[in-house]
């Protein structure tokens, strides 16, 4: 098993360009989660998806849209880049949430100039 | 609302020594908890987790915690830390029933000290 995967692994975007982060997983797992990750303030929820066919807004969705593509693919895209966006960005993944812990990729880190 | 608060951003000691780090949550009911380790540039790794039971939970890498409902509290401890034990941790509590409520810490930056 190759656990979440992502890619890329680095970006660097020029103020208004956009681009789409892919994440797999090959666990079978039901959901799945965008976070980003800042010094000094943990991960922050940007958007899930409970389950296929379904996606939600976490604490910090404006300027991402998300595409659950099937059961194992989970994107997160930018429309428009802004330096704010800055961070690194992981996808998770969990089987069920009574009695399973996530499983995280190794991010990307996603430079906006 | 839930929460989670580490309350020291950076810790160092030195190698063999005791290691505790501190979390404290906020939450109505009984919560999942969870801690986990981020070495530099990687994603995070589970460490251990609470779901039930035992309130001493033991984990990989010689770690362990200790759920106390009376104090909300989910502290790691280590007896003897190694110098590969540098890293970030992150406390991270859950619910239940809701798919989006799992709430990290800020974390936690462990140093060694040789």
């Known amino acids: 098993n190759a656990g979440v995967t992502q890619t890329p692994k680095f970006q660097v975007l020029k103020t208004g360009q956009s681009m789409t982060l892919q994440c797999a997983q090959d666990?079978?797992?039901?959901?799945m989660y965008w976070y980003r990750q800042d010094p000094g303030m943990g991960l922050r929820l940007i958007y899930y998806?409970?389950?296929?066919?379904?996606?939600d807004k976490g604490e910090v969705p404006n300027g991402y849209n998300v595409s659950r593509l099937n059961k194992r693919e989970f994107s997160l895209r930018l429309e428009s880049a802004a330096p704010s966006q800055t961070s690194v960005y992981f996808c998770a993944s969990i089987f069920r949430l009574a009695g399973d812990e996530q499983y995280f990729g190794p991010g990307t880190r996603l430079t906006v100039t | 609302a839930q929460s989670v608060t580490q309350p020291d951003i950076h810790i160092t000691v030195s190698e063999g020594a005791s290691l505790e780090l501190r979390c404290n949550y906020s939450?109505?009911?009984?919560?999942?908890l969870f801690w986990y380790v981020q070495s530099p540039g990687q994603g995070l790794q589970l460490l251990l987790k609470y779901f039930s039971g035992d309130t001493l939970v033991q984990g990989i890498k010689g770690f362990e915690a200790e759920f106390k409902r009376s104090q909300s509290s989910f502290n790691l401890r280590k007896p003897s830390v190694h110098w590969s034990d540098a890293a970030e941790y992150f406390c991270a509590v859950a619910s239940y029933s809701s798919a989006s409520k799992i709430i990290f810490g800020s974390g936690t930056r462990l140093s060694i000290r040789p």
């Open positions: 939450y109505g009911a009984t919560p999942y």
């Open positions: 998806s409970a389950s296929e066919g379904t996606t």
């Open positions: 666990m079978n797992h039901n959901s």
